[in-house]
């Protein structure tokens, strides 16, 4: 059988890593200990002034770097979602990978082509991070809130046409206090011209990000 190539748009698909800000934390410190008062017999005591209440100092962050993104999805899953993929996924450079990592797999068995991308991107704040994924869902409006993956999740799925090659594409979102994951899943049939099922590739985005999310968690 032979092997058709890849449109061009999905040789060229990645796009370059753009880094996710992280700004500094300002930890505050309590107020000075009062001087002692000065004691002597002939001077009335004045009334001692109530100190002010301490500031408060920023919650640690729950995570300070992205974790390994390749080694977050289960074997099992990334084999029965990129079929003939090797395992171990690619890890794509990024300007800073202590704030954003990304892996990928994908592959070409037969006519049928899958490709799966999986992030992790760490926010300065908790407040920094919904503001992130707000910001992310009003952008890829369409989709709808998946139940129990970390403090927040969203999914949505699009199909696209070029050259009558349809490509039908997921995204997830997941926010984990401060820190971000986001799963692109997407296939392609170039025999038949058609795209795998809405409910495939939801299916198996969700399923990838569950595991991301786990992986997450036992690295926090």
Known sequence: MRSLPLPLALTARLTPVAV????????????????????????????TQAPSAPSSTAAPKSYTAAPAPCTSVPVATVKSLV????????????????????????????YDYRWLDVSFEVAASDQEAKKEYDQRVTE???????PGLGDAGYSVVNL???????????VVLARVSNALVVVTYNGSDFETKKAPSTDEINKGAIKAAKGAVAALASAG
């Not at 996710?20 to 009334?47: F, I, K, V």
């Not at 890829?140 to 998946?146: A, E, H, Y």
């Not at 696209?160 to 997921?170: A, I, L, S």
């Open 20 to 47: 996710l800000a992280c700004a500094g934390w300002a930890l505050s410190s309590g107020p000075a200990a009062p001087s002692a008062a000065d004691h002597r017999p002939d001077r009335q005591q004045t009334p």
């Open 83 to 110: 079929p003939g993929a090797k395992t171990a996924g690619k890890e794509i450079p990024s300007t800073d990978a202590k704030l954003r990592r990304t892996c990928s797999w994908n592959a070409l068995q037969g």
């Open 160 to 170: 696209t046409t070029e050259d009558k090659q349809q490509t039908r594409e997921g």
């Open 140 to 146: 890829k409006s369409g989709g709808g809130t998946v």
